[in-house]
């Protein structure tokens, strides 16, 4: 099995990712468009994918969707574009991580580390959580609420599964960011917008959240009325 799935148009780029990352080990598989890696994934599998969001024919953004459909693996999305609405925008469609180019290799080698540890350790021993209507099944990484499936995935379903795992309990911003993210390499907004995109998916009123209650200046406590 492939352990990264590089999707990068630039060859030059695609192979000195490929040399560096097999140096540590890891087995890879790159492909220079959005369509060849869609159509990978269709018939193998891999542990993470490093997405380009500049590509021809379907751009990363496109990408990022498609491959949500299909799979729920890490995805790091690498672009020269740093700015916020792009990032958010990758985060939104499922990213789990969006580097800047041109990449620091110590910095992605850690991230590449610290997302393939923290997915296979949530795929161990499937268990089923609830809290009101909201169920979330860890074998198969399914969020449901009232027994309609909902869109979370990525970074949104690592931070709803460690909420629900520790329901009524002040969870201050550091814990989250440490549990979650695992690394220094976040902007201070992004726990912020991740916890706005749950409620958005969660809360009957998102505006006046009654399942994920905001501590002033502390950090947030999971369970109540949904």
Known sequence: MTDILIIEDDEELRGLLTDLLEADDYRVTGVGSAEDGVAFLAK???RLILLDLMLPGIDGFAACSAIREQRDVPIIMLSARGDDESKLTGYRLGADDFLEKPVSMPILGAKIKALLHRSEAARTGGDILRCGAITVDTAS??????????EIRGKMYDLLLYM????GRLLL????YDAVWGDLFVEQSTLNVHVRWLRERLEDEPDSPKIIRTVWRKGYIFGGES
Do not use: I, T, Y
């Open 44 to 46: 193998e599998s891999c």
């Open 141 to 150: 990484r399914l969020v449901s609420r009232n027994g309609a499936p909902c």
């Open 164 to 167: 629900m795992k520790n329901q």
């Open 173 to 176: 911003k550091d814990e989250l």
